[in-house]
């Protein structure tokens, strides 16, 4: 009997000791890029190529200055904030908005309205820009962020449908006749009792989203021709010169646009989490 229960503390151990060496093994090498993106952002060319793997002086901030000061890099920046808040937004109110109604209305067609969302999970938008490309031309969005939000917004709204009516459906219905009953109507009960419950799934919906658009190179490359309204993934192109690239500086461009994602999860970690792990405690 002892060497069974031995046996299988060990065989627990040993799992458990196994998934913790692939998780360590997976945020090192994830972590590894980001680690050697930042140390050669205080490096020069040489230093980079040198030693690439080298703890370098913190003090050395030349190649970020220049960015920030040489460069079109706040412009680039605030192209990016513009779209990738814009589309973020609508995103989120109108696939909270469709969500909503697909999970609490029973009516004819729910659920196929539901799989044309879904629908949109199986198709890339990419195998489609020639005809995409002509329907943005003839609405006359060429060089306009709208036509970057019109895109991320119909990219963005199937996962955010998705995972916003499964998340609704969770919830109990009593919350709702209640307030039916004190006399709220729809409108205030979405506004008043729906959202502050679903805001996990909403963190959720928004950081899958919010990253692809904020990293995305191939729409605006596209779409935007004009440097003034050209995004920090394009924008950064301009760094990399056509017989020689500052490395230092490129790497200080790239360590300064990740800033706003990562300051971003930071403060909405606590509600990813939870989002997380809500339907686990369901």
Do not use: C, H
Not at 111 to 137: E, V, Y
Not at 168 to 193: C, F, V
Not at 217 to 236: A, C, E, H, S, V
């Amino acid at each position: 009997m002892r060497k069974s229960v031995e046996s299988s503390t060990f065989r627990t151990f040993g799992w458990d000791g196994l998934i913790q060496i692939l998780l360590i093994g997976n945020s090192i090498v994830m972590l590894a890029p980001i680690v050697i993106m930042v140390f050669s952002a205080f490096k020069t060319n040489a230093q980079i190529f040198q030693s690439p793997f080298s703890i370098p002086d913190f003090t050395n901030v030349k190649s970020i200055l220049r960015v920030w000061n040489e460069t079109d890099f706040l412009l680039y920046m605030g192209n990016s904030l513009i779209v990738t808040g814009a589309s973020i937004a609508l995103i989120i109110i109108l696939g909270t908005m469709a969500a909503y109604a697909i999970a609490r209305y029973e009516f004819r067609g729910s659920g196929l309205i539901l799989l044309f969302f879904l629908a949109g999970l199986t198709l890339p938008l990419k195998l489609a820009i020639i005809p995409l490309f002509i329907q943005i031309r003839d609405f006359g969005l060429i060089d306009s962020r709208l036509s970057l939000i019109f895109i991320y917004v119909a990219t963005g709204l199937p996962t955010t449908v998705f995972i916003m009516t499964g998340f609704i459906r969770s919830l109990p219905n009593e919350l709702e006749d209640a307030a039916r009953m004190d006399g709220a109507n729809e409108a205030r009960i979405m506004w008043s009792i729906m959202l502050p419950l679903v805001r996990p799934a909403m963190v959720i919906a928004a950081i899958q989203n919010v990253v692809p658009i904020w990293n995305d190179f191939f729409f605006p490359l596209i779409f935007i021709q004009n440097n003034n309204l050209k995004t920090l993934p394009q924008g950064l192109t301009t760094f990399m010169g056509e017989f020689g690239t500052d490395w230092g500086v490129l790497f200080s461009g790239l360590t300064l646009s990740a800033l706003p994602i990562i300051i971003l999860y930071i403060a909405l970690s606590r509600q990813f989490i939870n989002g997380m792990t809500a339907g686990a405690i369901k």
